[in-house]
């Protein structure tokens, strides 16, 4: 067990940190926070903890969770965080310098999901078949094929998150990723070598092992199926104890990791990665003739019957993908969410075109299953990665086989919430979605584990855990330690927080087109005179691309003076990041990734504005399934869900503005709704300057400003 003692003499004056970490200031509270974590190990606790920025509770928590290793290497912790960016920081820089400091030895690693891997095989081949194509010209290195296998002579792990962005949005990438269905395991060429198979061997010598929250959310769904403890392997190697970093999203993270969807891109991907693996050409033989040839049982008609019905089992598909693109098609898909109800575009439009293509994909496997069942004694070593290959892309079928069997069944089940997403390049994605996790979290994941802490520097919603605890199943936890630790810097003096007490504008979701023009208009016409009198270094939070896009229009070119980084749907956050902080003075107009992970620090970032109040959308299918639900049992969701929510992503925004002691700003929220929900947002927040209400106009807003950086 660990003791406090023991996390004394690592976080106390003179202790082991302050010793070994130049510039580290002894902290109360991420010392009160260790021992929260402490007693969740030593008591079987579940842990919900608060930590502002500065508290340092990545060493508050990995400190208890080291110390329990090397008291017993069989106490196995699992750290699973939302972003690469603070798994790469865990692993490259607070383990290893937190081991440095308390002078021990814990084995730890880094592990991701198998899709996150490069796999060697599949790169080699594309290399191989590049070169064929230009076999008249020297490989020069220019190609993507070419760059990415450059980057997989000197990576270390093989994570396919590390390429530039410009790469990583290649379709390339999503081919040479590593698949469990087209994987050949020992008998692949670069076993030895395999970037993923390299890194379940390190997890399983581990006794810390930090992931990301859907690999998480894997491993506990396929123990829940399958039946296996948290004492045996499956994904991730047996583990009794949890720490779940920035745990605030955890709620929506497992919505959309429970979810099933079909749309166009999954469509091709079925294309190109089954349908073509089975026509295409392999050593100048398609597949379906390989398998046919191994089986010498196979009759003429089964083997014709193979390859017509893997086409006729295609074009099913290419027909539906036509539809998720047609614009004449897509117009009649209904824009509401369906609850256990009859979803008229679902049987008139949708059903056909599924039931056609279970039918066909049924016939195929019927056969596909025929021509497999070979003698283990009839086939050679060499020609068993054939077969291995083959059963590979059987079980995708069948996947693909039961996932269209659930949308043609959907309403049998009443928890179940089927809606269609819309992507800005006009596609239109089908999805099911569960109505609630917190059961499945609970029954499937925190019970089962001996201790589970769950931290983020927003999880409160008002005055208690109250809304995340009943989120997340933890409502249900006997032995519950919650902490609260505010953030140590100084807000009352060095953020300026404004809000139109008169004068201002209330956005409104409902009130149509020309209230969103009306709108527009009012954010062009603050926010350029506030950006003037920071002198940049501002960065613009919308909730929506298109009003974004309504207030450039309205503001013009030459509206702004500094520089103007724009965050489009294709652009990639980390430049837009980089460039942000290199060019001081610089004006960005972000999205919902910069809400929340972006670290901003010094006089890079001066003003805040936050556009909106950061309400779901009104059609959020979930949520308004969720809001039906409770509102049915008299219980009202704007309070349960729609204002905790909301309150939550307005802390994560907010967050971006004080990094360090020594930063200073001003945080302006645009939206006149801040007036009327102060009583329910303002006690969640730190404790910034407001200035008294009398005072709170927007025209008074750009002296304010240029006052409280300047003077």
């Known amino acids: 067990m660990v003791s ?77 965080t939302s972003n690469v960016a603070l798994q790469t920081q865990l692993v490259n820089k607070d383990i290893p310098r937190l081991l440095e400091a308390i002078g021990g030895r814990v084995s730890y690693c880094l592990l991701l999901g198998r899709g996150r891997y490069l796999c060697l ?9 590049r ?56 008998k692949c060429p670069n076993f030895t070598s395999c970037f993923y198979y390299n890194a379940l061997a390190r997890a399983k010598q581990s006794s810390l092992i930090v992931t990301n ?84 049982e196979v009759s003429v008609d089964e083997a014709g019957a193979f390859s017509s019905l893997a086409g006729s089992f295609g074009r099913q598909m290419e027909d539906f993908l036509a539809m998720c693109i047609c614009d004449e098609d897509r117009r009649r898909f209904s824009s509401q969410c369906l609850v256990g109800e009859t979803a008229f575009d679902f049987d008139r439009v949708l059903s056909p075109h599924f039931g056609r293509c279970r039918q066909a994909l049924e016939d195929f496997l019927r056969v596909f299953t025929s021509i497999l069942n070979i003698p283990s004694g009839a086939i050679g070593e060499e020609d068993r990665r054939w077969i291995d290959m083959a059963q590979g892309i059987r079980r995708t079928y069948i996947d693909w086989y039961n996932l269209i069997s659930s949308f043609l069944t959907w309403r049998e089940h009443e928890d179940l919430v089927l809606h269609y997403r819309w992507k800005r ?40 855990f109250s809304h995340f605890l009943r989120q997340t199943g933890l409502d249900k936890a006997e032995n519950l330690v919650t902490g609260f630790y505010a953030s140590p810097f100084d807000y009352a003096s060095n953020a300026l927080m404004l809000y139109p007490a008169r004068g201002g504008m209330a956005f409104s979701a409902r009130g149509g087109e020309g209230a969103r023009e009306a709108y527009a208009d009012y954010l062009a016409r603050l926010i350029v005179p506030a950006i003037e009198a920071s002198g940049g270094a501002a960065l613009v939070l919308f909730t929506s691309y298109g009003m974004m896009d309504l207030v450039l229009s309205k503001i013009g070119e030459d509206g702004i003076k500094q520089r103007l980084l724009v965050h489009t749907k294709k652009a990639s956050t980390e430049k837009l990041r980089k460039d942000f902080l290199e060019d001081r003075d610089s004006v960005l107009f972000a999205q919902r990734s910069f809400w929340e992970g ?59 503005l004080i990094r360090s002691q020594s930063d200073r700003g001003v945080v302006l929220i645009a939206d006149e709704r801040m007036r009327r929900f102060k009583e329910a947002i303002l006690p969640s927040l730190p404790p910034y300057y407001v200035p008294d209400e009398e005072g709170l106009t927007v025209d008074s807003f750009p002296r304010r400003i240029e006052d409280f950086l300047y003077s």
């Open 121 to 129: 095989r599949k790169l080699l081949e594309a290399v191989n078949s």
């Open 4 to 80: 406090e003692e023991q996390l004394e003499d690592i976080f106390a004056s003179g202790g082991l940190l302050e010793k070994s970490i130049e510039g580290y200031e002894r902290r109360d509270d991420q010392l009160s926070m260790a021992k929260d974590v402490m007693r969740c190990y030593n008591e079987g606790a579940i842990g919900v903890i608060e930590a502002g920025t500065g508290i340092g509770k990545s060493y508050a928590y990995l400190s208890v969770a080291m110390l329990e290793a090397m008291e017993d290497k069989d106490e196995r912790t699992v750290v699973a």
């Open 598 to 656: 972006i670290d901003v620090p010094g006089d890079a970032l001066r003003l805040l504005i936050v556009t909106q109040l950061p309400f779901t959308h009104v059609e959020d299918c979930i949520r308004k399934a969720r809001a039906a639900d409770l509102e049915r049992r008299g219980e009202n969701a704007f309070m349960l869900i729609n204002m905790p929510d909301m309150v939550i992503r307005m802390k994560q925004g907010l967050g971006r």
């Open 213 to 296: 929250h859907s690999l998480l959310f894997a491993d506990s769904s396929i123990r829940a199926k399958s039946g296996e403890d948290y004492d045996e392997a499956v994904v991730i190697p047996p583990y009794g104890h949890l720490i779940i970093d920035e745990c605030h999203n955890i709620d929506e993270k497992a919505t959309d990791f429970f979810s099933v969807r079909i749309d166009a891109q999954a469509i091709q991907d079925t294309y190109v990665s089954l349908f073509q693996a089975v026509q295409k050409d392999h050593d100048n033989m398609r597949l379906a003739d390989i398998i046919t040839n191994l089986n010498k």
């Open 425 to 464: 390049t006009g596609e239109v994605a089908m999805v099911m979605s569960p109505l609630f996790v917190a059961d499945r979290l609970w029954t499937d994941l925190f019970s089962k584990l001996e201790s589970v802490v769950c931290t983020s520097a927003t999880v409160k919603a008002g005055k208690d």
């Open 131 to 186: 070169r064929a194509q230009e076999e008249d010209e020297l490989f020069k290195g220019d190609s993507n094929e070419e760059a990415i296998y450059a980057w997989a002579q000197s990576t270390m792990t093989g994570i396919l998150d590390e390429l530039k962005p410009s790469l990583l949005a290649q379709p390339l990438v999503r081919r040479i990723a590593s698949q469990k269905e087209s994987c050949l395991r020992m």
